[in-house]
């Protein structure tokens, strides 16, 4: 006969609260004196009470205490998870059934005060659903009540910019304080126009770029200029009195988008004749080159730059000898001063071809030396893979549906890009948050799929084998195309720390999650323990 399953005592408490909530009697205090008031009542010992404040439901991700009693419910400390109403803990179906799914399988069960949840049977799996899919459509539709809000306003000319835009102020207005407008900011405003007037003199993006750094002058949120900031700004019509707003068109596809801009009832920072300038100039510049140089560079993102250990990009040079033979050089120079200036860093040029090469031979000798054969060969041919297989499948498919969430997360900046919520500026630096992110996930489930594979596939390799294919490895590496070699080199490489003299010989190589398990400072051969680090070293 089985024996009855035992229920953990200890029980997680989650409460959360978004900022438009907090007046609706949805505060923090208020869930947990009933979630309290519930475990004394019901002699239920509390493991211990999440909290997250003032952040919204629409997605697991960005949410550090759930995220932290996920950690705790795979660490099996409670026995159960307990919260006022099904959509504190989320307002997102998939998000919903992702933890329904993590908790059945760990035993733990959820229960809300509010609403009824029949355990483990279909009918309450139906429920579970059924509100899940109501909490996500009341966010959706408070969403796009919102949006349909904010472009009403935009069609009549009023702002909906807040304080982000530099020059701008949003408050109330001195004569009437029930009134808010946007207001001229004097000293800003003198930084705009001085950006246009530069503009229209010949100066390009860069040189502003520096200009303003090197004097003092900052963005609205403190911080130094760049240049994709500085193109944003002679872009934005808001300067010139305007405001933009885009907006689906019924007889036009769900992706396409109509843009309009209409007087503001702002004022403008800008002439007419200063922006019809500005922005003719911007249509002349922006013509792309006829001659383009093609080449693929295989290291960005992984080399750092020496002086502040940002990512370094690829840039070229070009140079007329006077025998009219034309000379191109490619460096890969700190993207920090590529676009903040000589103010944030250094160029540090590195030449492309140098370290390109020297990357190529150290993959070289780690591959093909003795002792990488050795561990190499112990692994593949001496010992099989003991790895639990369903564990490995399961956390594949966790893997899975992490990484899912992260591209429709990208989906949805995109779509707050195309709306006009989000400045170049910051999409990027999501986008660059959210691919940082993703990375050690990719990595990690190439290397489960790999283990999979040879879990079900094991069959016994001879040690020349091993050589055989590591010498093939070598020789196909060489000969691939360039974005295959960029492609091999990021789930290998972590990232490549070059020193501040700039001598590539004495650069480091940090390996990656991929290459983890061969003992890297046992492959001393020819000094390659010093070139060759983990991220632990």
Not at 254 to 269: F, L, N, R, S
Not at 274 to 279: E, G, N
Not at 293 to 301: A, Q
Not at 481 to 503: A, G, Y
Request: include cysteine; charge should be positive.
């Amino acid at each position: 006969m089985d024996e009855p399953v035992k229920v953990k005592p200890f029980a997680a408490l989650y409460v959360r609260v978004s900022s438009e909530e907090q007046v609706k009697g949805f505060s923090l205090e208020a869930q947990r004196e009933e979630l309290l008031h519930y475990c004394a009542l019901h002699s239920i010992h509390v493991y211990k009470l999440y909290a997250d404040e003032g952040i919204s439901g629409k997605s697991i991700t960005g949410r550090p205490a759930l995220q932290q009693l996920l950690h705790h419910a795979k660490q099996g400390e409670f026995g159960q998870v307990i919260f006022l109403r099904m959509n504190r803990l989320a307002r997102n179906l998939p998000d919903l059934l992702q933890m329904s799914e993590l908790f059945q399988s760990l035993g733990i069960r959820m229960h809300s005060l509010t609403e009824e949840m029949p355990p483990d049977t279909p009918i309450g799996t139906f429920l579970l659903q059924m509100r899940g899919a109501a909490a996500q459509f009341e966010r959706e539709q408070t969403a796009e009540n919102v949006k349909l809000g904010l472009r009403q306003r935009s069609k009549q000319g009023k702002w909906n910019c807040g304080n982000i835009v530099l020059g701008y102020r949003w408050g109330s207005d001195r004569k009437d304080s029930s009134i808010s407008k946007a207001e001229i900011v004097p000293n800003e405003a003198e930084i705009v126009k001085q950006i246009f007037e530069w503009y229209a003199a010949g100066l390009g993006f860069k040189a502003i770029t520096n200009r303003l750094n090197k004097s003092g002058a900052r963005t609205k949120k403190g911080k130094l200029f760049s240049v994709n900031g500085v193109r944003n700004i002679l872009r934005n019509v808001n300067y010139a009195g305007k405001i933009k707003y885009r907006t689906r068109e019924p007889v036009k596809s769900k992706d396409q988008q109509t843009e309009y801009v209409v007087t503001g009832e702002h004022m403008a920072i800008i002439s007419k004749d200063l922006w019809d300038r500005v922005q003719y100039q911007l249509k002349e510049r922006s013509r792309p080159s006829l001659k383009k140089i093609e080449r693929v560079y295989l290291l960005p993102g992984l080399l750092k730059c020496p002086s502040c250990g940002s990512g370094m990009i690829p840039i070229h040079t070009k140079r007329r000898r006077q025998s009219g033979e034309l000379i191109v050089r490619h460096y890969y120079v700190c993207g920090r001063h590529h676009n903040r200036g000589s103010k944030a860093c250094r160029p540090n040029h590195i030449p492309a071809d140098e370290i390109e090469n020297w990357i190529a031979k150290q993959i070289e000798k780690l591959v093909s030396s003795t002792a990488a054969l050795n561990q190499l060969s112990t692994a593949i041919c001496g010992k099989k893979n003991s790895q639990n297989h369903p564990d490995l499948i399961r956390e594949l498919s966790d893997l899975e549906k992490e990484l899912n969430m992260l591209r429709q997360r990208k989906s949805r900046c995109f779509e707050m890009f195309e709306d006009d919520y989000l400045s170049k500026e910051e999409l990027q630096e999501k986008l660059r948050k959210l691919d940082t992110a993703s990375e050690p996930l990719i990595l990690r489930k190439t290397e489960l799929e790999q283990r999979i594979a040879s879990t079900n596939n094991f069959t016994v390799v001879k040690s020349d084998e091993v050589q055989k294919a590591l010498t093939q490895f070598q020789s196909l590496f060489l000969q691939s195309q360039p974005e295959q070699q960029k492609r091999l080199l990021k789930t290998m490489i972590e990232k490549i720390v070059v020193p501040t003299d700039r001598q590539i010989e004495n650069s480091i190589i940090y390996g990656t999650a991929a290459i983890a398990h061969l003992n890297i400072t046992a492959v001393s051969e020819k000094g390659m323990s010093s070139v060759w680090k983990t991220q632990s070293a």
